[in-house]
T-cell receptor, first 113, second 116 residues
Framework: AQSVAQPEDQVNVAEGNPLTVKCTYS??????LFWYVQYPNRGLQFLLK????DNLVKGSYGFEAEFNKSQTSFHLKKPSALVSDSALYFC???????????WGLGTSLAVNP | GAVVSQHPSRVICKSGTSVKIECRSL??????MFWYRQFPKQSLMLMAT?????????EQGVEKDKFLINHASLTLSTLTVTSAHPEDSSFYIC????????????FGPGTRLTVT
């Protein structure tokens, strides 16, 4: 069965420090991977995606993610965290031509001043 | 970028009444729209997928007679919660896509439904 795991419910990081939000996946076929961010009582905003090509994907707000096929991971990273990055982050995967996104449970990121 | 709007952003209704939530794609034609439900501190639960002009495809466990979805045009989809009960209180989010897989979906800001 297809699945996405975000092993950390919460990540805490000091402002200015690098941050990583982890995501691993299990799909049959080529994965299409996505990161979304959700601010309180808001919908989701697209951050970045991996479809094919370069394993390092750069997205919005200075975020990037690296696709690692051997480890089936797609961790979200940012070199220097901002307090305004505090939000809920969701990883999602779609396999092949499947129309449905499979969602992780989300990771709450708290960036402390 | 592509923008999806939802209306209302927040609604309170009495138990037994029906409420309609609208989802619009403002600057693109949404060939496919999705309706999600989100409980506090939980992930998104896909309720149904609809293609313009076709009947919605509901996920297992979602009552199609309770959650009526209409995707009558390429820019508008509606979700009607019929005979609402307090357990229907939730955050409902719509999403739209203008191209076939594998491209990203665009999300609306969500509607907070409270049934009293």
């Amino acid at each position: 069965a297809q699945s996405v795991a975000q092993p950390e419910d919460q990540v805490n990081v000091a402002e200015g420090n690098p941050l990583t939000v982890k995501c691993t996946y299990s799909v049959s076929g080529n994965p299409y991977l996505f990161w979304y961010v959700q601010y309180p009582n808001r919908g989701l905003q697209f951050l970045l995606k991996y479809i094919t090509g370069d394993n390092l994907v750069k997205g919005s707000y200075g975020f990037e993610a690296e696709f690692n096929k051997s480890q089936t991971s797609f961790h979200l990273k940012k070199p220097s965290a901002l307090v305004s990055d505090s939000a809920l982050y969701f990883c999602a995967v779609r396999a092949g031509n499947n129309r449905k996104l499979i969602w992780g449970l989300g990771t709450s990121l708290a960036v402390n001043p | 970028g592509a923008v999806v709007s939802q209306h209302p952003s927040r609604v309170i209704c009495k138990s037994g009444t029906s409420v309609k939530i609208e989802c619009r794609s403002l600057d693109f034609q949404a060939t496919t729209m999705f309706w999600y439900r989100q409980f506090p501190k939980q992930s998104l639960m896909l309720m149904a997928t609809s293609n313009e002009g076709s009947k919605a495809t509901y996920e297992q466990g979602v009552e199609k007679d309770k959650f009526l979805i209409n995707h009558a045009s390429l820019t508008l989809s509606t979700l009607t919660v019929t005979s609402a009960h307090p357990e229907d209180s939730s955050f409902y989010i719509c999403s739209a896509r203008d191209t076939p897989v594998p491209y990203e979906q665009y999300f609306g800001p969500g509607t907070r439904l409270t049934v009293t």
